[in-house]
């Protein structure tokens, strides 16, 4: 079967879930389509795209009673991850999309959750947390976490397995860019988050088997940051003006000013802390982070006066009186 023109959504699909696996024919993919197939949502699809090429094995038209398609690319060849996660989103037929790759695997509550959660604001990408593990299972950690846009400049809060998107956003334009060999699904995400909020359901739904592979992005002798760190650069060119747009909120401000203080960058922490603080002048963290970037710059009298601002908001506070004390032993010392 050959890849198929872009679906449309229609009242007949509208609760389908499409899960789209990108599969290199590894042994793991059985697991994969099991976790898929075990899913309590009631209404799936399963679209596997052959990355591979045509020497991938063929594949029933359905899969523990989940039915399933098999699609390739129009040529007979080894598929890059931008260009098989395209192949796989026009052959969905689902009004959300759920990619989860042949390594990975779904826990059986994953589309459920995600599928009934609350959209207060009519988030169209929903995701959850991941669990993190080893090629013996072990749990490394694990990844998904609440956010705003503007962490996306540094690094991506989610991953596709953990992700359920709807098909209107792709029907938008939004696509994976065959010009990112690495970090494909962070751009991708800021494609998305351009285009509508994200609601973080905080609860393990997936598995995240990060050790396998050798693209450099996941764990252990799969983690590289070196050969990362042009394509982070090249994401931030492309999306400079989308990210200037998320960097004038508090938010962002605050996580901007905070992460360069943490790089021992005061310079460049002040103006983001600053910011925030008119925007958010009696928020204690903006008072606290800012009264200590003023101190480590040696502005002892400001970083008194913004600490003891602080300490008002919340008084007895201890972490506040071990700060405001720092600020006036650096002011003693000065004078």
């Known amino acids: 079967m050959s890849a198929q023109s872009p679906a449309t959504t229609s009242p007949s699909n509208a609760g389908l879930v499409s899960v789209l696996v990108r599969s290199m024919e590894r042994p793991t993919l059985e697991r994969a389509l099991d976790s898929a197939a075990a899913q309590t949502w009631p209404n799936l699809e399963i679209v596997v795209v052959a990355a591979c090429g045509h020497s991938h094995r063929g594949l029933p038209s359905e899969h523990r009673g989940r039915p399933l398609r098999l699609v390739f690319g129009k040529e007979d060849r080894r598929l890059p991850r931008p260009e098989a996660a395209n192949v796989a989103l ?20 994953h589309l459920e959750t995600l599928m009934t959660a609350t959209r207060p604001h009519g988030e169209r ?72 909020p994200f609601r973080f359901v905080d609860e393990v739904t997936n598995v995240w088997h990060a050790d396998a592979g050798e693209s450099g992005s996941g764990f ?37 000013g905070q992460h360069n203080l943490r790089a021992g960058d005061v310079a460049h922490a002040l103006p ?39 300490l008002v908001c919340v008084p007895g506070h201890a972490g506040l009186a071990a700060n405001l004390a720092l600020a006036r032993k650096a002011k003693t010392r000065k004078n």
């Open 90 to 109: 026009d052959a969905a037929c689902g009004a959300w999309l759920n990619f989860l790759d042949d390594d990975d695997e779904f826990l059986p509550h």
């Open 125 to 196: 990408v929903v995701y959850s947390r991941t669990r993190v593990v080893d090629d013996a299972g072990s749990t490394l950690g694990h990844c998904g976490f609440e956010g705003f846009h503007g962490t996306f400049h540094y690094q991506s809060r989610t991953i596709p397995v953990g992700t359920l998107f709807r098909r209107d956003l792709i029907d938008e334009g939004a696509r994976f860019d065959p010009a990112f060999d690495l970090l494909e699904d962070h751009d991708f995400f800021v494609n998305l988050a351009a285009r509508t």
């Open 220 to 256: 252990g002798h799969n983690q590289r940051p070196e050969i990362l760190e042009p394509y982070l650069q090249r994401l931030r060119t492309k999306w400079r003006d989308v990210f200037a747009g998320w960097t004038n909120t508090p938010q962002t401000l605050l996580f901007l």
């Open 272 to 310: 983001y802390l600053e910011q925030a603080l008119q925007l958010l002048p009696n928020d204690v963290n903006a008072l606290n982070l800012c009264g200590m970037a003023h101190l480590q710059a040696g502005n002892a009298t400001r970083a008194e006066a913004l600490i003891e601002r602080a």
